[in-house]
T-cell receptor, first 113, second 108 residues
Framework: NAGVTQTPKFQVLKTGQSMTLQCAQD?????MYWYRQDPGMGLRLIYY???????DKGEVPNGYNVSRLNKREFSLRLESAAPSQTSVYFC????????????FGQGTRLTVV | RKEVEQDPGPFNVPEGATVAFNCTYS??????FFWYRQDCRKEPKLLMS???SGNEDGRFTAQLNRASQYISLLIRDSKLSDSATYLC?????????FGKGTSLLVTP
């Protein structure tokens, strides 16, 4: 059972480089999310997609763009990476209904030097 | 003010102890409430949902007080394997808002 799959698991970027974090879920979920987790800050929502074709900003969207490519896939793009974007990034998905849990991918550890 | 507030701990307790975590949230229109568990360098996983009437799952009991905008998690008979970070999660619309987490260390 794959669940939520994120790629890559680890990445080192130089300041100014761009990259796309990929996320796919095989649970037929409507809603997908991107979070970042930093020490002492907890999980902060970057962007979410309530359903295919829609995306909305979360708490910390600056410096990021997203694409809900289809129902399965939700990608996160860093156009010009900055050291402040060094973090662990988690993708999650849920049915979008009340009281249903979100399932998380294993995370991407990104370092920007 | 962050939407979901938790005491970060750490809570260091001996095996067999009872420990309680608290969480407050700011959005009175919040609709769904959860406790997640996160082990070191792993993804968060659902521990339990929190219902208005309170609910129990084995050694774990969750309570919700909508009037006070307060959620709690009680762990009885702590095990070494309960050592983890416990995340309070509040859903407002489609967004899931996480607290910073409370760290628990259960010692022999």
């Amino acid at each position: 059972n794959a669940g939520v799959t994120q790629t890559p698991k680890f990445q080192v970027l130089k300041t100014g480089q761009s990259m796309t974090l990929q996320c796919a879920q095989d649970m037929n979920h409507n809603s997908m999310y991107w979070y970042r987790q930093d020490p002492g800050m907890g999980l902060r929502l970057i962007y979410y997609s309530a359903s295919e074709g829609t995306t909305d900003k979360g708490e910390v969207p600056n410096g990021y763009n997203v694409s809900r490519l289809n129902k399965r896939e939700f990608s996160l793009r860093l156009e010009s990476a900055a050291p402040s974007q060094t973090s662990v990034y988690f993708c999650a998905s849920s049915t979008g209904s009340l009281n249903t849990e979100a399932f998380f991918g294993q995370g991407t550890r990104l370092t920007v030097v | 003010r962050k939407e979901v507030e938790q005491d970060p701990g750490p809570f260091n307790v001996p095996e067999g102890a009872t420990v309680a975590f608290n969480c407050t949230y700011s959005n009175s229109a919040s609709q769904s409430f959860f406790w997640y568990r996160q082990d070191c360098r792993k993804e968060p996983k659902l521990l339990m949902s929190v219902y208005s009437s309170g609910n129990e799952d084995g050694r774990f009991t969750a309570q919700l007080n909508r009037a006070s905008q307060y959620i709690s998690l009680l762990i009885r008979d702590s095990k070494l394997s309960d050592s983890a970070t416990y995340l309070c999660v509040v859903a407002s619309g489609y967004a899931l808002n996480f607290g910073k987490g409370t760290s628990l260390l259960v010692t022999p």
